[in-house]
């Protein structure tokens, strides 16, 4: 034994309180008893925000992204359609919680309905599929994103097609917890969602972080260098892909079951097209690929400029040019060409995205070793 | 002998419409070293690859410790007991020497005994424990030979398929693969071997096969194929070095 053999890897990890991460955590978890951010950007752009709220929905994107990271990012599948994964999940959370029918299990049903429809259809779309290289297996995600999205739209008497399917009722909490929270309960639909969506989050990356540093974890580093040799050690390519694409969707329907819950309704099918799978990819990939930091930096760069930053500077645009209803000078018209732009330059010059890990980057700096 | 551990017989491959393998019959006994040499395309890696279930093969049987493995996917063959280190040694360049190596245990999961054995091949391989924390790309050609062979090891293999572990390595660094490969045999570790440098692998072998253009020419006790006139003229070459 040398001296080396102490650490396991060569830099020791920081102490936990001395990680950002921890700070930016309680700060998100107090965050929804401070309202008076709202106000401050009220007061300056005059967009009335309710930043708990996109806040929500940033974070059920962030779950979102995080199940395409592990099929794209983890097991090296380059998926084009996980908005019909999100669909299933929001389209059988209307199914299993609105009026209509007579299932109503709601909320905490949905979400674990949800999770197992849309990982089913994982499976039954991976089996036959993740076997294809790199294109083909995008060309057909692509497809099916659309069938999913098509199908839903016309499929009237289940989705009632183009309405969407609503009221999906809030989170049922116990009366008694409901009494204990006191003020907050009176908003409590985005205050229950706002902490449902914050657990789900931090148990997601627990568990991806977990599994980074596993067997699961080098198995798919190994996957994705060397199919030929890790099979040689006994790991079988095609099931590894299949569990990661399946277990990506299920992940993926989980997010669907959040959205459609935060929002009480399914929306339209067409909430849930190309356009959205190619979003969540963009976060991906400018985040940095396979790097779960990355990806939740991706997702907050890149969602908060739409949900946050966008309207606000429109507002304060509008009013210094002193035309609001001009759709040129609204930002939100301008996103994808944004992302488009913001992928584009990610592309060239930083291939591995904002904050990428080690590993990722030693990948795509052929011959390096990891050290650049 | 007792029974065989390995056993191909009439063993017919093909690539879409070429036939690789024109009928190989091999057995391999448990404790021996068996080597396979022949020419650039004979099929020495093809037999391998069909033997580990990497490539399928179109009839024939291939019986490994008692089970027919012939159609047989190759991770649950490598749960029987049968371990690769393919040809051009693929460890993977973005793993350290560590994950290699655990990699190669990645069908067991008893960690002390991983650990155990990590240091097994370590003792063997020192220069590996040097370097444990490296990425396995920016290691030496001889030091990846090392990694793949020690990483074939981490499964506790009863019988260890090697192909061309002395290729493109230094005389030096051949001797101590071939002193390795001896260790792990007297250990217990049965071995077959796939080699173009056929004087270094007839000498640490028991038996070999000579492998023409698909189908077995010649197979013999090891001292009698480098004795032969015909293996001497077409794979040892003039002389002695």
């Not at chain 1, 990939?285 to 930096?297: C, D, N, P, Q, T």
């Amino acid at each position: 034994m040398t001296a080396t053999a102490t650490a396991r890897r060569p830099v020791a990890p920081k102490p936990l309180w001395k990680r950002f991460e921890l700070y930016l955590l309680l700060v998100l978890v107090i965050y929804p008893f401070f309202p008076f951010l709202d106000q401050a950007i009220s007061a300056i752009s005059g967009e009335q925000l309710r930043l708990d709220r996109q806040l929500v929905n940033i974070m059920i994107f962030a779950i979102l992204a995080l199940a395409l990271n592990l099929q794209v990012g983890y097991a090296g599948l380059l998926q084009l359609g996980i908005a019909a994964f999100f669909a299933i999940g929001a389209f059988t959370t209307g199914v299993v919680s609105v009026e209509k029918y007579p299932f109503q299990f709601g909320f905490w049903g949905s979400i674990i309905m949800a999770p197992i429809v849309a990982g089913v259809a994982g499976l039954l779309l991976g089996a036959p599929t993740v076997r294809l290289k790199g294109d083909y297996l995008a060309i057909v995600t692509l497809g099916f994103g659309e069938v999913v999205r098509v199908v839903t739209l016309n499929l009237d008497a289940i989705t009632d097609g183009p309405r969407g399917l609503s009221p999906i009722p809030s989170p049922w909490i116990p009366p008694d917890l409901a009494a204990g929270l006191g003020d907050v309960a009176k908003q409590s639909h985005f205050v229950t969602m706002y902490f449902v969506a914050l657990i789900v989050l931090i148990a997601l990356v627990a568990v991806f972080t977990l599994m980074e540093r596993s067997r699961a974890g080098r198995a798919f580093v190994a996957l994705r260098e060397d199919e030929l040799a890790s099979a040689c050690m006994g790991l079988n390519p095609a099931k590894t892909k299949l569990a990661a694409f399946a277990v990506g969707a299920a992940i993926a329907g989980f997010a669907g079951a959040l959205y459609a819950t935060n929002l009480q309704t399914t929306a339209e099918p067409n909430t849930y097209d190309f356009n959205y799978s190619i979003i969540v990819l963009c976060c991906v990939i400018i985040g940095g690929l396979g790097s779960l930091r990355g990806v939740l930096l991706g997702v907050g760069v890149l969602i908060t400029f739409d949900s946050v930053l966008s309207p606000v500077l429109t507002k304060l645009i509008q009013k210094g040019v002193g035309a609001s209803d001009n759709v040129f000078l609204s930002l939100t018209n301008w996103k994808l060409m944004i992302f488009g732009l913001a992928l584009i330059l990610t592309m060239r010059y930083k291939p591995e995205g904002l904050w990428p890990s080690a590993r990722v980057k030693a990948e795509l700096h052929e011959g390096t070793g990891g050290d650049k | 002998m007792s029974e065989p551990l390995l056993s191909l017989s009439a063993v017919h491959t093909s690539y879409g419409n070429i036939e690789a393998l024109h009928g190989i019959d091999l057995v391999v006994y448990p404790g021996e070293i068996v080597c396979l040499i022949g020419a650039n395309g004979a099929g020495k890696t093809t037999t391998l690859m069909s033997i580990s279930g990497c490539v399928k093969t179109r009839s024939g049987t291939i019986r490994f410790d008692g089970k027919d493995i012939t159609q047989m996917p190759s991770d649950r063959i490598v749960r029987l007991g049968l371990a690769q280190s393919p040809e051009g040694r693929k460890i993977f360049p973005r793993l350290t020497v560590l994950e290699n190596l655990e990699m190669g245990a990645f069908i067991r999961d008893d960690k002390a005994g991983i650990a155990a054995d990590i240091e097994r091949v370590i003792a063997l391989f020192p220069i590996l424990g040097e370097r444990r924390h490296q990425a396995g790309g920016t290691l030496s050609g001889g030091e990846q030979q090392m990694l793949a062979v020690g990483r074939a090891m981490m499964s506790r293999p009863k019988l260890l398929l090697l192909d061309e572990p002395s290729l493109g390595l230094a005389p030096l660094i051949v001797l101590k693969i071939f002193e390795v490969i001896k260790t792990l045999n007297a250990e217990g570790t049965t071995i077959l071997l796939v080699e173009q440098n056929a004087r270094m692998a007839l000498r640490h072998s028991h038996r070999g096969y000579v492998l023409e253009t698909g189908a077995i020419t010649m197979a013999d006790k090891a001292d009698v194929l480098l004795a032969d006139p015909r293996v001497q003229a077409a794979y040892l070459g003039e002389g002695d070095h």
